[in-house]
């Protein structure tokens, strides 16, 4: 298949530990942000998502967190597996109705 | 309902061909992104509807790209005489309404030779 990114941040993690990937973003208007996830050769997936109005949201086996304050979103996986390995995208909207996405993490989990 | 589907999943033309993408959104979603995607970067927004009209383009759509849905169903993209910087993955989305939860379909990944 297809590589998403070459020369995208990465991170590496035992399966079963758990993961943190971070996100800055630079627009103070935006008020509804988006994690997904994208497998090689295919469209970005869905994962979670959180309003401005909120600092933490929980979904199965992940946690978004939102600091307002430095702009910072971060996603955990807690136990990771094998199937968690892909690349992770922050997306942000404000207003404009259009998602502005980052550059994306990949993330390794390790057998 | 199946996602969003997209077609063709691959697409290789020679340069200065016209290609005609096709986008179905999920049944109801009112509102339809197209995004393109090069290796190494995040999707970037190329355009969006809300039904049938077209409320935003971006400047990365220059005047060779045209995208229509013309019953507020489906949509086509249209790259007219490609070019070799053409050559990205063109991502479809759908979304019920404004900041909601947007999901995409697998891609047309398009080469120019």
């Known amino acids: 298949g297809e590589s998403v990114g070459l020369h995208l941040p990465t991170l590496s993690v035992q399966e079963g530990d758990n993961s943190i990937i971070n996100c800055a973003y630079s627009?103070?208007?935006?008020?509804?942000f988006i994690w997904y996830k994208q497998e090689s050769g295919k469209g970005p997936q869905f994962i979670i998502d959180i309003r401005s109005n909120m600092d933490k949201r929980q979904g199965q086996r992940v946690t978004v967190l939102l600091n307002k304050t430095v702009k910072h979103l971060s996603l955990q996986i807690a136990a990771t597996q094998p199937g968690d390995s892909a690349v992770y995208f922050c997306a942000e909207s404000g207003g404009n109705e259009k998602l502005t996405f980052g550059t994306g993490t990949r993330l390794t989990i390790i057998p | 309902d199946t996602g969003v589907s997209q077609n063709p999943r691959h697409k290789i033309t020679k340069r200065g061909q016209n290609v005609t993408f096709r986008c179905d959104p999920i049944s109801e979603h009112n509102r339809l992104y197209w995004y393109r995607q090069t290796l190494g970067q995040g999707p970037e927004f190329l355009t969006y509807?809300?039904?049938?009209?077209?409320?935003?383009k971006s400047r990365l759509l220059s005047d060779r790209f045209s995208a229509e849905r013309p019953k507020g169903s489906f949509s086509t993209l249209e790259i007219q005489r490609t070019e070799q910087g053409d050559s990205a993955m063109y991502l479809c989305?759908?979304?019920?309404?404004?900041?909601?939860?947007?999901?995409f379909g697998q891609g047309t990944r398009l080469t120019v030779v």
């Open positions: 627009n103070s208007a935006s008020d509804y």
């Open positions: 989305a759908s979304s019920p309404n404004m900041n909601t939860e947007a999901f």
């Open positions: 509807f809300q039904n049938e009209a077209q409320l935003e």
